[in-house]
């Protein structure tokens, strides 16, 4: 398993904007696609955004509000948020390897939270 760090999570108002960042080894981004992955209340884990040798991707309902990037001289990978809704309030998880089909991933982060008041 890869080590991966995050940080960047918080308390927000609906409308603001939040940038994760996810820090990990050269190697990992070398040989890895990326990830972010979020769980809401309630909720299954969800796949959200990932970065790959194929480009973005981004699921439907955060298209168009966030962007995921990867910084090869910081070896971290970011998420900007923006226009964060209520519905975004969620636990947070970069990921390595992540698998679109099945949820998963090789490696975890070890989750931030991310809170959106209305």
């Known amino acids: 398993q890869e080590q991966l760090v995050e940080s960047g999570g918080g308390l927000v108002q609906a409308g603001g904007s939040l940038r994760l960042s996810c820090t990990t080894s050269?190697?990992?981004?070398?040989?890895?696609?990326m990830g972010w992955f979020r769980q809401r209340p309630g909720k299954a884990r969800e796949l959200i955004a990932t970065?790959?040798?194929?480009?973005?991707y981004y699921t439907e309902s955060v298209r168009g509000r966030f962007n995921i990037s990867l910084d090869n001289a910081k070896n971290t990978v970011y998420l900007d948020m923006n226009n964060l809704k209520p519905e975004d309030t969620a636990v947070y998880y970069c990921?390595?390897?992540?698998?679109?089909?099945?949820?998963?991933?090789?490696?975890w982060g070890q989750g931030t939270q991310v809170t959106v008041s209305s």
């Open positions: 050269k190697r990992t981004l070398q040989r890895n696609s």
């Open positions: 970065i790959g040798w194929n480009g973005p």
């Open positions: 990921a390595a390897a992540p698998n679109k089909v099945t949820g998963t991933a090789a490696s």
